[in-house]
């Protein structure tokens, strides 16, 4: 079976590597290429290859419990206001995000200084200092060229995985436009997730949408993080 994966690596360059996370038992780290937007859709090699990894009984978060999923945006196009509202979004939404990544581990922090108790511009200041790299287990960690975000939960059902992409892309898309072309960051837009969720475009952002409505996060009574919570069937196609 890891002949047949090799396919993948020499054909789509994804990368095969053990992780000092991971024990010998449970199998290896898959790590893919930067891709744009357009490449996940369905019959992409992502797709096609969690199709491939659940026909064969491999497991991803119930391997052992607790293995994540890392996406990675770059920070190459991304102003600092943007980095800086990403990052302070992902810490003081904490419910939300835990919610929607499915995973609680001190591998994934949130910083408590982002917390929306603590004032907007002491916020900012402090989450504009983890951008210089520091704090590698919190829920996004801020390196060199991307920020890492570390608070999904793995999986290899196609709604889980686009789900968790979509909430990276929305992120960026939100501090893009808040932020605007004179690059400020204002208290209102990051004081809580409620315009943020509401901003979650079905079209655009179908799989975190569809999340969303059925946790009622859009809504008006939103739930905490249920480790129970399934996706009707419909949602769970491939």
């Given at each position: 079976?890891?002949?047949?994966?090799?396919?993948?690596?020499?054909?789509?360059?994804?990368?095969?590597?053990?992780?000092?996370?991971?024990?010998?038992?449970?199998?290896?780290?898959?790590?893919?290429?930067?891709?744009r937007r357009e490449d996940y859709v369905e019959g992409s090699p992502w797709h096609q290859l969690t199709q491939w990894l659940r026909d064969n009984d491999a497991r991803s978060w119930y391997a052992a419990g607790n293995y994540g999923m890392h996406v990675n945006l770059s920070?190459?196009?991304?102003?600092?206001?943007?980095?800086?509202?990403?990052?302070?979004?992902?810490?003081?939404?904490?419910?939300?995000?835990?919610?929607?990544?499915?995973?609680?581990?001190?591998?994934?922090?949130?910083?408590?200084?982002?917390?929306?108790?603590?004032?907007?511009?002491?916020?900012?200041?402090?989450?504009?200092?983890?951008?210089?790299?520091?704090?590698?287990?919190?829920?996004?960690?801020?390196?060199?060229?991307?920020?890492?975000?570390?608070?999904?939960?793995?999986?290899?059902?196609?709604?889980?995985?686009?789900?968790?992409?979509?909430?990276?892309?929305?992120?960026?898309?939100?501090?893009?436009?808040?932020?605007?072309?004179?690059?400020?960051?204002?208290?209102?837009?990051?004081?809580?997730?409620?315009?943020?969720?509401?901003?979650?475009?079905?079209?655009?952002?179908?799989?975190?949408?569809?999340?969303?409505?059925?946790?009622?996060?859009?809504?008006?009574?939103?739930?905490?993080?249920?480790?129970?919570?399934?996706?009707?069937?419909?949602?769970?196609?491939?």
């Amino acid at each position: 079976r890891f002949e047949f994966l090799n396919e993948w690596q020499e054909r789509d360059g994804f990368l095969l590597e053990r992780d000092g996370s991971l024990s010998d038992e449970f199998g290896i780290e898959i790590v893919g290429p930067p891709l744009r937007r357009e490449d996940y859709v369905e019959g992409s090699p992502w797709h096609q290859l969690t199709q491939w990894l659940r026909d064969n009984d491999a497991r991803s978060w119930y391997a052992a419990g607790n293995y994540g999923m890392h996406v990675n945006l770059s920070r190459r196009y991304m102003s600092m206001a943007e980095q800086t509202a990403v990052v302070l979004a992902t810490h003081r939404w904490s419910a939300l995000m835990t919610s929607i990544g499915g995973r609680r581990t001190h591998f994934a922090e949130f910083d408590t200084s982002l917390s929306p108790e603590v004032s907007f511009d002491i916020a900012r200041v402090r989450a504009s200092r983890q951008l210089s790299g520091s704090g590698k287990y919190y829920a996004v960690h801020v390196k060199r060229n991307v920020l890492e975000f570390r608070l999904f939960r793995g999986t290899l059902a196609w709604s889980g995985f686009m789900r968790n992409i979509e909430t990276v892309w929305a992120l960026h898309d939100y501090a893009k436009e808040k932020c605007g072309e004179f690059d400020t960051m204002h208290a209102e837009d990051w004081t809580d997730h409620t315009q943020f969720v509401r901003w979650v475009d079905a079209e655009k952002y179908p799989h975190l949408h569809a999340f969303l409505v059925a946790k009622n996060w859009i809504g008006e009574s939103p739930i905490l993080h249920d480790t129970n919570f399934t996706y009707p069937v419909a949602l769970m196609a491939a």
